[in-house]
């Protein structure tokens, strides 16, 4: 690789960040909008933490930082709070965006309006952090949330060292969710909350005439027909009206003004007969309404009637059938709600319960359209929930993980206050600039390969297995310019040190000959992840990385090498890359490409990665959706009954291609809930495609 037109940066730009060994940073057209920050590393191995349970100890990540871009690093389950109010998943947050933050004012720190900045994402050892009140918050362990104490940290660092970490004795800022995070699940667009909706809405706030009146001028009779809808907020009216064309009634969208009006207002009309009766039909009480209906009701009733203001969330009508109906909905969603005596004019108010934690989980499962409803600028921090901390559990493996820089300095997850420093290292070890992001600041460490090999070499080195790519594929494009694999491959080899690579990355190719000999000295296995067939389809779940047939390429050339190449191939798509004949032809192109292991799963959509990958479903192929509504129900696997299916069709895949070996067998039974978990490394070719499990798992989904 030619780096043409390099620039070594000096002066305030080589200070962009201050990392400790920084020797330079280099830009270089051939990687636009991207620096390289050349450091001089003090140590090469990186120690598993003990309490993992991946069956390897060390690794080694030439660099930090990663060009790949995959959707794969950014599936974080996280709920960040917007400045209008929503609560977003953080993987959809972009630069740019407003969220809420907090400042310090006078005595009180209060909800202010923040710029997200800058994001990245990376793959770090994650951590639990569950509070009383039922909030969970998967993190790093350095990441840093507001106490009643101040700042702290999820967990101490793996050298022991003090800093200021979470106890049980500690409480956290916020309001929280209330409950854990899959519970915590947004309204889908639905027919039923469609329905929902309207009735809230309509019975609420719209007019319904259909009567027949005489004329005083000549005594005959004549008909009225017509629906109308006016409201001062925009966003509800046209979602009403939008709701309503979905079922074929179109409606006027016209000015209204009534005598004393304060605001401008508009209304939308129909007066036809059949929309009448079809409006009417909408707006019929079901016998046996679902939790959609109750959800779009309660959007509806609120968008009509609701008040949220001084820390009360109210309904507020004089028909006591909407007002039951409403509370019965909030009890059946989980929701603590009494209706209040009416006032002198005959109306009464259904409220909500539970104080802002109760109110923002509304917000969020229910799903209204007036967002001037959901202000929670200017108010103070106020933690009127049990935010102290239960437990803090290492989850012994590695996840994708996303952090955003905001001009506050801080932002609202899960309801907590959280610091600046999601899913990125320490000032300690990168000393990051808190606007640089993984996929534009790379660290790479240029003497790597002569710290390992003097690693290596200590009396005290007990030649355990080594793994490579378990964070940052090591021949991602920079390496073309680096080469530290080179140094790295015969250290580890000279040593005695049996390893493992994990790459989508054909620059493996380059070092072949290098693996060769390496395997003559100690254990080599090499594995690729391949799971994708269709180059259109692979392109929308994993842009910017090699297609499968460069990927078969690779797998052919490490086999031709006289290397065993494992394939990890997951996740299955059901109805995308499943059926037994896109099964069969992706396990007949890696026989015919050599591989020697081939390890399958279905999608797993856990809470946060399934709602994104609902919504990408929706999009792409949304003839599929209701399918994975029922194959998945409301939980994070598949049904048992597709898992047995795949993994027959699997079976019987690898028994035609040659591929039915017990380290397939295994992973099956590390990964499938239905089967024992058996936690011994085995050969390998195991302990590379599990440690490919932690990147791999969170996924586009």
Same mark, same amino acid.
């Given at each position: 690789?030619?780096?043409?037109?390099?620039?070594?940066?000096?002066?305030?730009?080589?200070?962009?960040?201050?990392?400790?060994?920084?020797?330079?940073?280099?830009?270089?057209?051939?990687?636009?909008?991207?620096?390289?920050?050349?450091?001089?590393?003090?140590?090469?191995?990186?120690?598993?933490?003990?309490?993992?349970?991946?069956?390897?100890?060390?690794?080694?990540?030439?660099?930090?930082?990663?060009?790949?871009?995959?959707?794969?690093?950014?599936?974080?389950?996280?709920?960040?709070?917007?400045?209008?109010?929503?609560?977003?998943?953080?993987?959809?947050?972009?630069?740019?965006?407003?969220?809420?933050?907090?400042?310090?004012?006078?005595?009180?720190?209060?909800?202010?309006?923040?710029?997200?900045?800058?994001?990245?994402?990376?793959?770090?050892?994650?951590?639990?952090?569950?509070?009383?009140?039922?909030?969970?918050?998967?993190?790093?362990?350095?990441?840093?949330?507001?106490?009643?104490?101040?700042?702290?940290?999820?967990?101490?660092?793996?050298?022991?060292?003090?800093?200021?970490?979470?106890?049980?004795?500690?409480?956290?800022?916020?309001?929280?969710?209330?409950?854990?995070?899959?519970?915590?699940?947004?309204?889908?667009?639905?027919?039923?909350?469609?329905?929902?909706?309207?009735?809230?809405?309509?019975?609420?706030?719209?007019?319904?005439?259909?009567?027949?009146?005489?004329?005083?001028?000549?005594?005959?009779?004549?008909?009225?027909?017509?629906?109308?809808?006016?409201?001062?907020?925009?966003?509800?009216?046209?979602?009403?009206?939008?709701?309503?064309?979905?079922?074929?009634?179109?409606?006027?969208?016209?000015?209204?003004?009534?005598?004393?009006?304060?605001?401008?207002?508009?209304?939308?009309?129909?007066?036809?007969?059949?929309?009448?009766?079809?409006?009417?039909?909408?707006?019929?009480?079901?016998?046996?309404?679902?939790?959609?209906?109750?959800?779009?009701?309660?959007?509806?009733?609120?968008?009509?009637?609701?008040?949220?203001?001084?820390?009360?969330?109210?309904?507020?009508?004089?028909?006591?059938?909407?007002?039951?109906?409403?509370?019965?909905?909030?009890?059946?969603?989980?929701?603590?709600?009494?209706?209040?005596?009416?006032?002198?004019?005959?109306?009464?108010?259904?409220?909500?319960?539970?104080?802002?934690?109760?109110?923002?989980?509304?917000?969020?499962?229910? &799903? #209204?359209?007036?967002? $001037?409803? +959901?202000?929670? @600028?200017?108010? %103070?921090? !106020?933690?009127?929930?049990?935010?102290?901390?239960?437990?803090?559990?290492?989850?012994?493996?590695?996840?994708?993980?996303?952090?955003?820089?905001?001009?506050?300095?801080?932002?609202?997850?899960?309801?907590?206050?959280?610091?600046?420093?999601?899913?990125?290292?320490?000032?300690?070890?990168?000393?990051?600039?808190?606007?640089?992001?993984?996929?534009?600041?790379?660290?790479?460490?240029?003497?790597?390969?002569?710290?390992?090999?003097?690693?290596?070499?200590?009396?005290?080195?007990?030649?355990?297995?080594?793994?490579?790519?378990?964070?940052?594929?090591?021949?991602?494009?920079?390496?073309?310019?680096?080469?530290?694999?080179?140094?790295?491959?015969?250290?580890?080899?000279?040593?005695?040190?049996?390893?493992?690579?994990?790459?989508? &990355? #054909?620059?493996?190719? $380059?070092? +072949?000959?290098? @693996?060769?000999? %390496?395997? !003559?000295?100690?254990?080599?296995?090499?594995?690729?992840?391949?799971?994708?067939?269709?180059?259109?389809?692979?392109?929308?779940?994993?842009?910017?990385?090699?297609?499968?047939?460069?990927?078969?390429?690779?797998?052919?050339?490490?086999?031709?090498?006289?290397?065993?190449?494992?394939?990890?191939?997951?996740?299955?798509?059901?109805?995308?890359?499943?059926?037994?004949?896109?099964?069969?032809?992706?396990?007949?192109?890696?026989?015919?490409?050599?591989?020697?292991?081939?390890?399958?799963?279905?999608?797993?959509?856990?809470?946060?990665?399934?709602?994104?990958?609902?919504?990408?479903?929706?999009?792409?192929?949304?003839?599929?959706?209701?399918?994975?509504?029922?194959?998945?129900?409301?939980?994070?696997?598949?049904?048992?009954?597709?898992?047995?299916?795949?993994?027959?069709?699997?079976?019987?895949?690898?028994?035609?291609?040659?591929?039915?070996?017990?380290?397939?067998?295994?992973?099956?039974?590390?990964?499938?809930?239905?089967?024992?978990?058996?936690?011994?490394?085995?050969?390998?070719?195991?302990?590379?495609?599990?440690?490919?499990?932690?990147?791999?798992?969170?996924?586009?989904?």
């Amino acid at each position: 690789m030619r780096w043409q037109g390099q620039a070594v940066q000096e002066g305030e730009s080589a200070a962009l960040i201050p990392l400790k060994g920084l020797m330079r940073s280099v830009r270089t057209p051939e990687f636009e909008g991207v620096t390289f920050h050349e450091v001089a590393a003090k140590t090469a191995l990186n120690k598993v933490p003990g309490q993992s349970n991946m069956p390897f100890s060390w690794t080694v990540n030439p660099t930090r930082g990663c060009l790949h871009q995959c959707v794969y690093c950014l599936s974080p389950e996280t709920l960040i709070l917007m400045a209008d109010g929503r609560q977003k998943l953080l993987r959809d947050v972009k630069v740019g965006d407003a969220v809420v933050g907090t400042e310090l004012n006078g005595r009180y720190r209060r909800f202010v309006r923040a710029e997200v900045l800058a994001r990245w994402g990376t793959e770090k050892p994650a951590f639990r952090v569950t509070l009383r009140d039922g909030t969970e918050i998967v993190a790093s362990g350095d990441h840093r949330f507001l106490t009643e104490r101040g700042w702290k940290y999820v967990a101490r660092p793996e050298d022991g060292s003090q800093r200021p970490s979470l106890t049980q004795n500690n409480g956290l800022m916020g309001f929280g969710l209330g409950m854990p995070p899959e519970q915590y699940v947004e309204p889908e667009d639905s027919a039923e909350y469609r329905r929902g909706y309207l009735t809230g809405m309509i019975r609420g706030d719209g007019m319904l005439i259909d009567k027949t009146y005489v004329r005083a001028s000549n005594g005959k009779p004549y008909r009225v027909t017509i629906f109308r809808l006016a409201l001062i907020d925009a966003p509800a009216l046209i979602r009403s009206r939008n709701f309503l064309a979905r079922v074929g009634i179109k409606t006027a969208l016209k000015p209204f003004i009534t005598a004393g009006q304060q605001r401008p207002m508009q209304a939308i009309y129909t007066s036809t007969r059949t929309n009448y009766r079809g409006i009417k039909q909408i707006i019929d009480w079901p016998e046996d309404p679902g939790s959609d209906w109750r959800r779009g009701y309660l959007a509806g009733f609120f968008d009509a009637e609701g008040s949220y203001s001084q820390g009360a969330l109210r309904f507020s009508n004089s028909d006591q059938e909407m007002l039951s109906r409403g509370l019965s909905a909030l009890h059946s969603l989980g929701f603590d709600g009494v209706i209040e005596p009416a006032n002198a004019r005959g109306i009464a108010a259904l409220r909500v319960r539970g104080g802002r934690t109760a109110h923002r989980r509304f917000f969020h499962m229910v &799903g #209204p359209s007036i967002g $001037r409803k +959901l202000a929670i @600028l200017g108010s %103070a921090v !106020k933690t009127s929930s049990d935010l102290g901390i239960a437990s803090v559990e290492a989850l012994g493996r590695t996840e994708s993980l996303i952090d955003i820089t905001t001009s506050t300095g801080d932002f609202i997850a899960n309801g907590v206050v959280s610091h600046n420093c999601f899913a990125r290292k320490t000032h300690e070890y990168l000393d990051l600039d808190a606007g640089r992001d993984f996929d534009t600041q790379i660290i790479v460490k240029t003497n790597v390969a002569e710290v390992l090999r003097a690693e290596l070499n200590r009396p005290s080195w007990k030649r355990e297995h080594v793994a490579l790519g378990t964070n940052t594929d090591p021949y991602q494009r920079a390496e073309g310019r680096y080469q530290l694999m080179p140094g790295i491959i015969r250290a580890l080899a000279d040593s005695g040190t049996p390893f493992s690579i994990l790459t989508k &990355g #054909p620059l493996l190719k $380059r070092d +072949l000959p290098l @693996l060769q000999e %390496a395997a !003559k000295q100690v254990p080599v296995s090499v594995a690729v992840s391949l799971a994708v067939m269709d180059p259109e389809l692979q392109q929308k779940v994993e842009p910017g990385t090699p297609d499968p047939r460069a990927r078969l390429n690779l797998i052919r050339s490490i086999t031709d090498a006289g290397l065993d190449c494992s394939v990890l191939a997951m996740p299955i798509l059901p109805w995308l890359t499943d059926g037994d004949a896109r099964i069969d032809t992706l396990h007949a192109a890696l026989a015919e490409a050599g591989a020697s292991y081939v390890t399958t799963g279905a999608l797993h959509l856990r809470p946060g990665a399934r709602e994104w990958f609902m919504a990408w479903l929706a999009r792409e192929y949304p003839a599929l959706v209701a399918k994975y509504r029922r194959i998945y129900g409301g939980g994070s696997y598949a049904s048992k009954e597709y898992r047995h299916w795949l993994a027959d069709s699997a079976r019987a895949a690898r028994r035609r291609h040659g591929f039915d070996k017990p380290a397939d067998l295994m992973w099956r039974e590390r990964n499938d809930p239905d089967s024992p978990v058996s936690n011994q490394a085995g050969s390998n070719q195991v302990a590379l495609t599990t440690a490919a499990a932690a990147p791999m798992q969170p996924a586009l989904f």
